[in-house]
C-alpha cells in the first residue's frame, strides 16, 4: 500500500528496533508503556502490532505524534485497534487534526472554542463507561454547555447501539474534508467501522436535533429533562444562548433539522496537518492495568478500508 499515490503515510510496526518505530514520530510521550506485540489483526501481512499498557496512578498513558506536511484539504485515516476486554474507560483516544502554524508537538485548547486560523481536532472515541463509538471535535463554530457555555469536544453519533467490541481488532477510518472556499460550511466528517459507514455529515445531511454541543440524528431517540425528541414526530431541543448564558428551548420539525455543515476554518492556511495516535486515561484506580494494541495504521488522500486477507499458499 505504500506504493499507492494517494497514501501519504504509513506504520505497520513492523521495526526490528523499538528505537526505529520512535525515529519516524515527532513526538513521543511515555515511550515506556510501548511495546512490540505478536498480537496482529485477521489477514495482516506483517508479524507484530504495537500495544500501549497503562497502569493505573501510573501517569495518563501515552501518545505517538506525527506532522502531515504540507497540509491536505481532504484526508482519511484507517487504523486497527483492540482494546482488552477489561481495559478502563478511556478518556480521549486518537485522530487528525490541524495547526497553523504546524508543530511538533499536540498543543493544548481544553475546553476552549478554536478561532478558525489556529486549529481544529477531530478524534474518534470509544465514550466513557458506555464504550460507544463517536466522535470528539474542536473547530471554530463548535457548540457550548452548561456550565456558562464551556465548549468541550462536540460529538455527533450518539447511537447506543455502536458498541465497541472489546477483546477483537477493529478496523476504524475516519475522513475528514476541509471546507472550501473558506467561507462555506462545506466541510464534511465520515466514520467507517469494520468497513460499513456508521456516519457520515455535511451540508445539509444528515437530519437531526443539536442538544447543547451534542449533534443527535434523526435516527437516534434523544431523551432528557430539557428535550423529547422522536424521529417523525418532532418535539424539542435545546442550544445554548452566549449572550443570555442559558440554555434555551426551541421546536423541532418532525424530521429534524439538516445539518449546517462544518465550517472548519476561516483562513486557508489551516489544513489537515498532524495524525495523533493516543491513550488517554485518565481515572483508573491504582495499580488497575489496561492494554490497546494498534496496527496497520495509513493516512491516505481517497478510501482505504479493510486490510485485505493475505492469500493462501495452499
Not at 4 to 21: G, M, Q, R, Y
Not at 23 to 34: C, G, H, T
Not at 58 to 83: E, I, M, N, S
Not at 292 to 313: E, L, M, N
Amino acid at each position: 500500500i505504500e506504493k499507492d499515490p494517494s497514501v501519504i503515510f504509513v506504520e505497520k510496526f513492523e521495526e526490528e528496533n523499538f528505537k526505529d518505530l520512535l525515529k519516524r514520530w515527532d513526538n513521543i510521550k511515555s515511550p515506556d508503556i510501548m511495546a512490540f506485540s505478536k498480537d496482529i489483526p485477521e489477514g495482516s501481512a506483517g508479524k507484530q502490532s504495537l500495544v500501549m499498557k497503562h497502569v493505573g496512578g501510573k501517569g495518563t498513558g501515552g501518545h505517538l505524534y506525527r506532522r502531515l506536511l504540507p497540509g491536505y484539504d481532504k484526508l482519511f485515516l484507517r487504523f486497527y485497534v483492540k482494546f482488552h476486554p477489561e481495559c478502563f474507560p478511556i478518556h480521549h483516544f486518537s485522530g487528525l487534526g490541524g495547526y497553523y502554524p504546524p508543530t511538533r508537538w499536540p498543543q493544548g485548547g481544553a475546553g476552549e472554542r478554536p478561532e478558525g486560523n489556529d486549529r481544529f481536532t477531530v478524534k474518534v472515541e470509544p465514550f466513557g463507561k458506555s464504550w460507544i463509538w463517536d466522535y470528539y471535535v474542536y473547530w471554530m463554530e463548535m457548540r457550548g454547555s452548561p456550565p456558562a457555555g464551556k465548549t468541550w469536544g462536540n460529538s455527533f453519533i450518539r447511537d447506543p447501539r455502536l458498541k465497541v467490541k472489546r477483546g477483537e481488532w477493529i478496523c476504524i477510518e475516519l475522513m475528514v474534508k476541509m471546507n472550501k472556499p473558506v467561507s462555506e460550511h462545506n466541510g464534511e466528517l465520515a466514520l467507517w467501522i469494520d468497513g460499513k459507514l456508521v456516519s457520515h455529515l455535511g451540508k445539509g445531511f444528515p437530519k437531526g436535533v443539536w442538544v447543547y454541543d451534542k449533534f443527535v440524528p434523526k435516527n437516534v431517540w434523544a431523551f432528557n429533562k430539557f428535550i423529547n425528541y422522536v424521529p417523525g414526530k418532532g418535539g424539542r431541543g435545546i442550544r445554548w444562548n452566549y449572550k443570555k448564558r442559558k440554555g434555551e428551548i426551541f421546536k423541532v420539525p418532525d424530521e429534524g433539522f439538516p445539518f449546517e455543515g462544518f465550517r472548519w476554518r476561516k483562513d486557508d492556511k489551516l489544513k489537515l496537518n498532524f495524525l495523533w495516535i493516543s491513550l488517554y486515561i485518565t481515572k483508573a484506580p491504582k495499580g488497575y492495568v489496561s492494554k490497546v494494541w494498534f496496527d496497520q495504521i495509513v493516512v491516505a488522500t481517497r478510501y482505504i478500508g479493510p486490510v485485505k486477507p493475505v492469500p493462501s499458499s495452499k
